[in-house]
């Protein structure tokens, strides 16, 4: 049996033009793109095909709307989501958990604690997910909205570090577990008591449900939640208007019109394209990093004058960063041509910005330099790239078709200025992630060990507080050569940092580096 969304797909990807005219499916393609089972499917479908091709005419202006819940349905995953899914599969030993702990300091109101936490669950069907294969295919199963469990685990000791340090155990202990996608549950909690009033509250969520900007809502809501009940107010939450699976659905009736307008442009922008080469970190096992983590923080006045200086040149702090990983990329590896993969929230409407679930997208931004550009120029070319991108973005599904991208690096600005990416929204409260605070009766910090995988060699993360920018790299390697090398690279990030402001209009293949030695770079 032909699947009409996976055939159209296939034949868009491959540059294939596809229309109805007259009540007539034609078609247009380079000799000999089409296979001769292609063309018995279309033959086969045809009817179907041209009813989806008279849909797609339309997909683009069809809101998010409210699916039918049946409870014993399943929806598709999103793109997002099945790229994921297949990922695991390939790495199913992979830690793809994401753990949240803060301790808690005084009078710790538990019911309202373990009802807060259990209303944000049943307002967020994705938090409530699982993953079955039906057919050979991933969908969403939700659940039905249940108790979870908040088991309370006495840590407490006559010595405080021993206590901190059961926690801390237990803590890693969850986040080393293993979740199935198909049974779940894919979101536990415990509550690590050190004593009447000190205890540490550890959520652990699979990644596949949450990302970074679902993470802000969920702590949002559930503070806000806390703060209410435990002052016996009723809870001011309004319903959500749309879940995840109304998205998924959506999305799915929608991306293969992108697909048809933006293949064409992938195609053509990554021909011959290449990943950043980081020799000194191959070899180590399985491909997998992150194992370790390089912490610079550029602090003041350096973070102020980096954020003028893009008022100053009319364009954001975000492509002021990427323009200087990319400069320290192109001199540390001594490559001009290389793909840097980018995230984006996904969250690009208003129906977006309250929702729980993995809308975060990766797409590669193809930076070309001759080593003639200065610092300026390469902050125009990393911003015209990155527009062209946004304007065809395809929810990650170019990096199928080219899974080598990722074998590079991938830049994630965890926080911009307000006005920095316009058309991507971040959810506000991101200051409930920021220690510490003080909620209702008692303070709470992160208290979070680190756990990541991947294929990607670099990743850097780059976060904005009231002490300035601080970039994050994790990274992975075979000895301590490599080690030397991130060492290396970290303090070339903050030279070229200090350098943009210095001199923006110096050509960055002239810069000479400076001396590295005494520059404090803490590794962790």
Known sequence: MVVVTELLADLFQAGVQLWVHDGQLHYETAQGSLTPEQIADLRAAKADVMTALLELQNADRHPIALIPRSGTDTVPLTIQQEWFWRAIQKYPTSNCLETYAWRLYGALNVHALRASLNEVVRRHEALRTRFVVIDGAPRQQIDPPSEIPLPIVPCADQSQQTGEERARHAVEEMSAQFMDLSTGPLLQARLLKLSENDHVFALIVHHILIDASAQIILFRELWTLYSELAAGRIPSLKEMPIQYADYAVWQRRTHLSRLRRQGNYWRTRLARASPARFEMLDGSENGKFCNRKLEVAFGEPLSTNLRSLARRERTTSAMLVLAIYATVIARSCDQRDFVILFTTTGRHCSAHENMIGFLVWWFPLRIELTGEETYLDTVTLVTREFFAALENLDFGMVLDQRPGLMRGTLLQVDTWDSSDLTGTRMPSGWETLQPPLTVESFLFKPFVPDNVESEIRIALGVMAG???????????????????????????????????????????????????????????
């Open 466 to 524: 009231q002490q300035g920018m601080t970039a994050h790299l994790h990274y992975g390697g075979p000895d301590r050569i490599a080690e030397q090398w991130m060492h290396r690279f970290a303090q070339e990030l903050q030279l070229v940092a200090e350098d943009v402001v210095r001199r923006p209009d110096r050509q960055w293949a002239s810069y000479d580096g400076g001396a590295c030695v005494g520059r404090r770079v803490d590794a962790h």
